[in-house]
């Protein structure tokens, strides 16, 4: 069954006078099957970001069905999309707003009304997940890059989320906590977008990858396939993998 | 500039303390902040010769600070401003109030004197029980004692906010002074041709920044509540430390009174 | 400008913190109205912006010295009055709190003296009026000076005040009111310039995020009522009457004045058992008899006995104190 469903969604931002600019999006159609890793590649401008925020109803959808575990994307389902759909921003430090990793990653299941009991149960597995269940109470601000990465992916995993997007993940990081992400990304069971320019990345956790590219999709396929070819990638403003490239 | 790294490090250790384990970090922040308060006020109620009873006030500090093993070095550091701002106040007592108040061995001591040794020791109590407070109580441990005392929601989540990007924001400054002073060399601040753009951009980047928090906090089901809560609530030993202090200041008070 | 917990009597702390949780019960309320949820964060980044621009040395052109930002008029730019005055206030208990600028017991002072008169009259009045519907630089800048120097005028007018009134300096009203206000002539006009370059800034890149610059004149979401208006600045007024008529009327001792509305008395402690057992016991802890030295204290309450009983009694303290510490860790 596919968690995610898009048909011929389009999107063009609005100048301030009300007036529609260019397509940032056009006619993406998608589907994501559950527990499926994929890669969401393509130059600067491409419209990676603005189809991240839609799929999570921070722009308002107005062209176009998106579906979520089958509830259709409007502004009465968001509650219930928002909870099947976890959010990892690029600056980790705009996305934890609490002051220790405790409160940050109970934020959300005591929004969503659960007792104590139950919140304190989602918050520890969600770090146990990500192995962080020694920082359980540490400050956020004394957390490495790493560590808050780790943390705010537990914040999306505590709701119990189906399908995680992630938006540059692997930025900033150093080479042993990239190596950690990626570990502990293919040890999660949920279904997985990864918006990336770092291909590397990309490869090593996903199975499939679509290539944006003017707002359209320019590829849709095994990343195998997709992150070998030159031809493709260089005509869309992209390069190899550096795995690939020094052959 | 190291006022900015300064306060990061202050930041850092008082973390550093809140964090070890410890009777007194154990205590529910409810009755710490009472008696906190009851102290201060207490201290500031002894009138302005009111020396010796003030002194005796002093059991407060002296039990906490060696029974909680709470280190002092922070603690001078944190009380240069304040005793140079009480000093300045205090300083021209004894010019204006003559007054022969004791004789001490064959050396008259004035009125002004005495009041200018009291507000001193009063600028020392408060600064000490206020650094006793926040080095063996987190911020959010504050917070919920706050909220419990009715404080309206919105200025406890606001508190904590503040509390939560200073460091962020700080750091974010410290980048940015470095880069400039990178490239102004010989400059000691920021030439007031930079001060639109300089502030205006870390403006900018704050409100942007303010708007992810936003999402974040919207895409995890933020509503408008913000849920505190403690760890634990208020046990029988917080109560008794809450009533012995009381007991134990009021007790030091009343005796003193004239 | 920070006044100190040591500065004030409780009656002055007590009376500026009540004054103080008015103006924020209000804005609580008022802000209510406003889009409180989207409002939210960006008080809590403002608020750390503010604190961390603060420590910006802006150099001052021709001297060697520099100055600050003014955050109550920034913030109150930015976010409008009662969402700029909250998050001082948070900003104020945050400073008192983990930097020891201020005190507890002086919040409520802080509060009023900084974030009351930076907010409300700065930041509102001035702002309203002067950068208003049609806002220009010359405007904003013209409106960011003169707010500064309002709101810091009347800021050390009323530290001048409250440290009067708690009755803990010598120093005579003329010769401290003569200090405060023109050093904060000076001061003010340098944190309106840096303020005003700020915000014309942010004028030129990005003028929506200023404070009643989308509203045309119909909008009054996020305008605060003329009711308002009035009631905060009756509250200034009365706040501001009222200690200087107070100090006037010639009450050196704050305290004692508000312990005889309140008590009728001015004798704090009535002579119950408990107060007298407490003295008796006092008593026996000051090791030196008075008669044993000369004294003239008995208006003071304080003898020569009592101060050497004092630090006696805490000397006992510590040592006791050790001596538990040691019998805990040998076990």
Redesign the interface.
Known sequence: MSILEIENLSFSYGNPRGKLLENVLEGIDIRVAEGESVGLIGENGAGKSTFLKLLTGLLTLKNGVIRVSGFAMNKENLKAIRAEIGYVFQDSDSQLFMSTVYEDVAFAPRNYGKSEEEVREAALSALRQVHMEDKVDRQIYRLSGGEKKLAAIATVLSVGAKLMLLDEPSVALDPKNRRNLIRILNELPGAKIIASHDLDFVYDTCQRVILLSGGRIAADGETEKILTDRELLEQHGLELPLSFSRE | ?S??SD?IS???K??MEADKPGWLQGIHPLPKLFV??LF??I???F??????????L??YL??LF??G?ISVKLLLK??K??LA??CL??I??P???RR?????GGFAVT??M??AAT??L??V???SA??L??VTT???E?CYALRRLHV?K??V??????????????K??ERM?EAYALRAPG??????KA??????????R??D???????????????????L?CKRAAGRGDYLYAAVWSAVLL???????? | MHMADALVSPAVAGTMYAVSAAAAAYSVKEIKLEDLDRKVPAMGVMGAFVFAAQMINFTIPGTGSSGHLCGGMLLSAVLGPCAGFLTMIAILAIQCLLFADGGLLALGCNVWNMAFYGCFVGGFLIWRMAAGRKMTKGRITAASVIGCIAGLQLGAFSVTIETLLSGITELPFAVFIGMMQPIHLAIGLVEGLITAAVLVFIYEARPEILYGYAQEDGGSSGRMSRKGTVTALFAAALVIGGVVSLFASGYPDGLEWSMEKVAGTTELFARGNVYQLAERLQGITAVLPDYAFKTSDSAAGTSFSGIVGGIVVLTACFFICVLIKKVKRSK
Not at chain 2, 157 to 170: F, S
Not at chain 2, 187 to 192: A, F
Not at chain 2, 209 to 227: C, I, K
């Open positions: 500039m006022r900015i306060a202050e930041l850092h008082l973390d906190t308060v201060l006020v201290t500031v109620s009138g302005k010769y009111e020396l010796s009873g003030l002194l005796k002093g059991i002296i039990v060696v029974l093993d944190r009380m401003v304040v701002l009480v106040m205090g021209v007592n010019f204006f109030d022969e108040m004791l004789l001490l009125g002004g005495l009041s507000l001193m009063k600028g109590y408060a600064v206020s650094y407070l926040i987190s911020v959010e504050i309206p919105l200025i989540t606001v508190l904590m906010l503040v509390y939560r990007y200073i460091i962020v924001l700080l974010e400054t002074t400059q000691r601040g920021l030439d007031y001060w639109g753009t300089f502030a205006g951009q870390l403006l900018l704050s409100m920044r303010a708007q992810t928090v936003y999402d974040s906090m919207m895409l995890r089901g933020y509503d408008g509540e913000f849920y809560r007790f030091v008070r009343a005796g003193s009174a004239g």
